[in-house]
């Protein structure tokens, strides 16, 4: 269950009309492989996000039918780099604040610091708590392969055009000083 939950209909008529370049990617928590699947390939997704429990073996199983998977791993108090290594077949790895009793969308950042220096050695999503006001900053810390924002660019539960052009704006400005 989430606020963000869409209908099958809903996610192929969302898909249809995206413009050229831009990838679709569907997020599910503890879905069985065959209904990722199903909905990657029927929709059509470009990626899948599995957010749950997921053992690494379903990575595999979605790989062998062509499917992208990106992995989320929760992040508390400290970063496992052996969970991290279990799920390595990801396409990438997506970091996001351990919340209890919540699959991910809490708009709550973990301390990035934890992380430094993996970027290194997997292709790292960050996600969780980020803002136009701290995404650089997150950036000049982990260097990720890709960040992820949902929650920090929303005004009352709905996106907010200016906080997404600043967010953009923030992260161009970041990579133009590399």
């Given at each position: 269950?989430?606020?963000?939950?869409?209908?099958?209909?809903?996610?192929?008529?969302?898909?249809a009309?995206?413009?050229?370049?831009?990838?679709?990617?569907?997020?599910?928590?503890?879905?069985?492989?065959?209904?990722?699947?199903?909905?990657?390939?029927?929709?059509?997704?470009?990626?899948v996000?599995?957010?749950?429990?997921?053992?690494?073996?379903?990575?595999?199983?979605?790989?062998?039918?062509?499917?992208?998977?990106?992995?989320?791993?929760?992040?508390?108090?400290?970063?496992?780099?052996?969970?991290?290594?279990?799920?390595?077949?990801?396409?990438?790895?997506m970091?996001?604040?351990r919340?209890?009793?919540?699959?991910?969308?809490?708009?709550?950042?973990?301390?990035?610091?934890?992380?430094r220096?993996?970027?290194?050695?997997?292709?790292?999503i960050?996600?969780?708590?980020?803002?136009?006001?701290?995404?650089?900053?997150?950036?000049?810390?982990?260097?990720?392969?890709?960040?992820?924002?949902?929650?920090?660019?929303?005004t009352d539960g709905?996106k907010?055009?200016?906080?997404?052009?600043?967010?953009?704006?923030?992260?161009?400005?970041?990579?133009?000083?590399?």
């Amino acid at each position: 269950e989430s606020r963000r939950r869409v209908t099958v209909a809903q996610a192929a008529r969302i898909v249809a009309a995206l413009p050229l370049f831009v990838s679709a990617v569907g997020v599910f928590v503890d879905a069985p492989a065959d209904e990722v699947l199903s909905l990657a390939h029927g929709v059509p997704l470009d990626a899948v996000q599995l957010h749950g429990e997921e053992p690494p073996e379903m990575i595999e199983v979605l790989r062998a039918q062509g499917v992208r998977v990106l992995k989320a791993v929760k992040v508390g108090e400290s970063v496992d780099s052996a969970e991290l290594q279990r799920y390595r077949a990801a396409s990438a790895l997506m970091l996001d604040t351990r919340v209890d009793g919540l699959a991910g969308g809490s708009g709550r950042a973990f301390d990035w610091n934890l992380a430094r220096g993996m970027s290194e050695r997997f292709a790292l999503i960050l996600s969780g708590g980020l803002t136009p006001e701290n995404v650089t900053q997150a950036l000049d810390i982990l260097r990720p392969f890709g960040v992820d924002v949902s929650s920090g660019v929303e005004t009352d539960g709905q996106k907010d055009p200016e906080k997404i052009r600043n967010f953009i704006k923030q992260v161009r400005r970041w990579e133009s000083a590399q």
